[in-house]
């Protein structure tokens, strides 16, 4: 497994990177929150840890910018305190971080430019749409988008999606999915286009 360490201080970056090893998994360190979107359209990584100072000195376009990616992936803020690393956000310890990140297929996010579109479709795991659902893009790029779903999906897994204006038909696959529930996350599914 590789995690992404982001932390313009160099000690709080190798303390990191160190307590990582320790489990026995990789890291990649960076500086500033602007080299991370370059780091995950080359590298499979399966969560990112942010240093909460390196965070906040960030300027808002760099925020803006990850604050999508980070959405993707497990991630958490960090603090130094008292000789210990402080973790924020999801995994309050650093071993439940790391279980999190465990669970997750490392991925590498889309090199082509992410277009926010709404468009109507119906939704099927067959192509005869038996119980389609009825569903709409939150983003759409060259390969693939996103699809607002709260029905249960499986990575992998072929899906039918036919406009609701025109009927026409595109084939995709799951590459990946966020369960409904989980209120930090918008609910529904990764797509590639077949």
């Known amino acids: 497994m590789k995690l992404v360490i982001i932390a313009n201080d160099t000690d709080i970056r190798q303390k990191v990177a160190a ?27 399966s ?17 803006q910018e990850t604050n999508t990616l980070l959405q993707l992936y497990p991630n958490t803020k960090v603090r130094w305190t ?36 709404h468009i109507a479709f119906l939704l099927a795991d067959n192509r005869e749409f038996e119980h389609a659902e009825k569903v709409v893009t939150l983003n ?18 072929k899906v039918w999606l036919q406009f609701a204006d025109n009927k026409s038909v595109i084939t995709g696959t799951v590459r990946w999915w966020q369960p409904w529930g989980n209120n930090k996350k918008m609910p529904g599914i990764g797509i590639c286009f077949d």
């Open 82 to 117: 008292n000789d210990e690393l402080v973790f924020f956000g999801q995994g309050a310890t650093f071993k439940e971080f790391i279980q999190d990140c465990r669970s997750f297929t490392p991925r590498t996010v889309r090199k082509t430019e992410r277009r926010i579109r």
């Open 140 to 157: 759409i790029s060259d390969g693939g988008c996103f699809v607002f779903s709260t029905k249960d999906w499986h990575v992998g897994e």
């Open 47 to 63: 969560g990112i840890i942010i240093e909460l100072a390196t965070s906040a000195r960030a300027n808002p376009r760099e925020k």
């Open 19 to 45: 307590a990582i090893a320790m489990v026995g998994d990789e890291s990649i360190a960076l500086t500033a929150l602007a080299d991370l979107p370059e780091l995950l359209k080359k590298v499979p990584v």
